[in-house]
């Protein structure tokens, strides 16, 4: 298994642990790594529940590595996270994620794809790509259904900071927790599942997602599209980057 994430097998739950200190930032290969384990689960009739956490650290998971995005390698990184991205989407079992601190970028978008989440109150969500003419493909495809329009376009175009509280505002969270009580929140929601027929946990599963207006899908394969199409050949996307790592101001040329 690749550093930095652990997976464990309890009775019918599969819990996958991120723990790269200290802010359980993704690598190409840890992006790799979690499609290797999501694989073979479609068919796995012996797992009812995908638990996603991180290691007790400063952050949930603060986001994809910058040095990824570059136009460069991200290519790869991106067909390696829609992969992700689509097979978190098609899994038949619930995708339970426990979340605290720093959920960014691609932490958020791993909370999106997830089916129920119990979050801490010291929670923090966003988008920040936008900063570094970057954009989340993931999250621009699945927030307006989400929150509306007018919230994913802020979340989205604006790359601000989000508290847990918005999140309940907006349907996002299952729970809210104190940070103290995370823990707990989710060993009692897991079991909660775990007590439910396995069967009957699939099938509501997949008519819930056949209910959303727009098939969920599709959106996040054409936000994928976009991106590298439309963004990653531009200037902007490698001086975003670029600046970022070299800690100055981006000079864009918009183009």
């Known amino acids: 298994m690749t550093q930095g994430i652990r997976v464990e097998r309890t009775g019918r739950a599969l819990v996958i642990t ?23 689960l479609q068919a796995d009739q012996e797992v009812d529940l995908i638990w996603l956490r991180a290691e007790d650290t400063r952050a949930f ?27 978190l989407l098609h899994l038949p079992q619930v995708v339970l994620c426990e979340v605290y601190g720093a959920a960014l970028g691609g932490g958020f978008e791993l909370v999106l794809l997830s089916d129920l989440v119990v979050a801490a109150d010291d929670v923090k969500f966003g988008l920040p790509e936008i900063t570094l003419a970057a954009t989340p493909p993931v999250g621009a495809a699945l927030l307006p259904a989400r929150v ?7 979340v989205c175009l604006l790359g601000q900071a989000l508290d847990g509280a918005w999140a309940e505002r907006n ?21 909660q599942l775990l007590g439910l027929s396995g069967p009957a946990l699939r099938t509501t599963k997949r008519i819930l ?36 790592v070299a800690k100055r101001a981006p000079v864009w040329t918009h183009g």
Not at 68 to 85: I, K, N, S
Not at 148 to 154: H, K
Not at 173 to 187: C, G, I, M, N, W
Request: charge should be negative.
């Open 18 to 40: 991120l723990c790269e200190q200290p802010l359980n930032i993704l690598g190409r290969s840890h992006i790799v790594a979690l499609n290797e384990v999501l694989a073979g």
């Open 61 to 87: 998971c603060a986001g994809v590595a910058i040095a990824d995005h570059l136009p460069d390698v991200a290519e790869d990184m991106l067909a390696a996270f829609q992969r992700l991205g689509e097979t």
């Open 148 to 154: 509306g329009w007018q919230e994913a376009a802020r």
């Open 171 to 191: 349907g996002l969270l299952t729970r809210l927790v104190p940070r103290a009580e995370l823990k707990d929140a989710a060993q009692a929601l897991a079991a």
């Open 209 to 244: 997602g056949s209910a959303l207006g727009q098939d969920p899908h599709a959106a996040v394969r054409r936000g994928f599209e976009i991106y590298l199409q439309d963004l990653l050949p531009t200037h902007d996307a490698r001086e975003g980057i670029e600046a970022f």
